[in-house]
């Protein structure tokens, strides 16, 4: 049970109140942020919180028991506040918030009313849309190893261990015919489709999946991406691309010769062979489907 202070509680129960929230986000890299719906600046547990800044909340239901709840905060992007290229680099990824409710002439008088972490962002028209989980979502999060066929390490860290240095390429951009749609120089030494499932980053912080890697007879290369740039990609912008690797143990050998780091379990069966009945031909005595 919430327990209110009484200063805080002796003016919720006056005929006048001078309430607001405020919300103190902490990032993973540690760097923190206040805002307010009020309309000035406040300042309290040594960080400011900044008003006009386009912070507002949704309205917020909460049921007892470990229900994962969630709600939304949006705003606008602002210099002073958010930056729309740190959302998109991802640094307010899993970040903590924090919300208060505060008695804004005296902020000292104030209570936390809960915690949470943010989840999915929505960003459109200088917006942005952030979910606000409750601590409770974890606990529908998957802990441990998953039993799968495909590999569940990434490409290059410290279970795969294959060595990216190999398997990168630098480039320069020379058109960008839309955001997901890439014609560059400076991969003429490699096989099309070698950065196929990959990642491209540029020196901005940008990044982004490589759907498609297709070479032109003139040495240029075209690069198709799952989903478009956050924002727009002038001639002569140098980037850094890695080849992609679709998790199976065919492709970890024979492209890599990474099998022995594989991290998948492909003698797991298949939908088809799990489903499929004993008729005569087929062996199901529980031994590998391959050697």
């Known amino acids: 049970m919430r327990t209110i202070p009484s200063a805080l ?21 540690g760097v923190v942020i206040g805002f307010t719906d009020h309309d000035r600046d406040l300042g309290f547990d040594d960080t ?37 290229a740190d959302l998109a680099a991802g640094r ?25 972490e943010i989840g999915e962002v929505v960003r459109a028209g200088g917006q942005f849309r952030a979910e606000l989980r409750s601590l409770a979502h974890r606990l529908n999060q998957p802990q441990g190893r998953l039993y799968n066929r495909r590999c569940d390490a990434s490409l290059g860290d410290g279970r795969c261990r294959v060595n990216l240095a190999v398997w990168r390429g630098e480039g320069e951009v020379i058109e960008m015919g839309d955001r ?84 998948g379990f492909p003698h797991v069966p298949g939908a088809n062979f799990a489903y499929s009945y004993a008729d005569g031909e087929r062996i199901h005595d529980g031994g590998p489907i391959f050697e």
């Open 180 to 263: 997901s749609r890439l014609l560059v120089s400076g991969l003429a030494g490699f096989a099309g489709g070698f950065f196929r499932q990959g990642r491209i980053a540029f020196s901005s912080g940008i990044f982004a999946e490589v759907d498609m890697h297709e070479r032109r007879a003139d040495g240029t290369v075209v690069l198709s991406l799952w989903l478009p740039l956050e924002e727009e990609v002038e001639p002569g912008r140098t980037f850094t691309v890695t080849a992609g690797c679709d998790k199976t143990f065919e492709t970890c050998r024979a492209r890599f010769a990474n099998q022995l780091n594989f991290r």
């Open 48 to 84: 400011g919180f900044l008003a006009a800044s386009g912070f507002a909340a949704s309205e917020s239901e909460q049921a007892a028991g470990l229900g994962a709840g969630a709600d939304e905060v949006a705003g606008g992007f602002s210099n002073a506040a958010i930056d729309e």
């Open 9 to 29: 509680k002796a003016h919720l129960d006056g005929q006048a109140t001078t309430i607001c929230h405020c919300w103190r986000v902490t990032r993973r890299d």
């Open 92 to 116: 307010y990824d899993g970040a903590r918030v924090e919300l208060f409710l505060v008695n804004w002439a005296a902020p000292d008088e104030r209570m936390l009313l809960n915690v949470r």
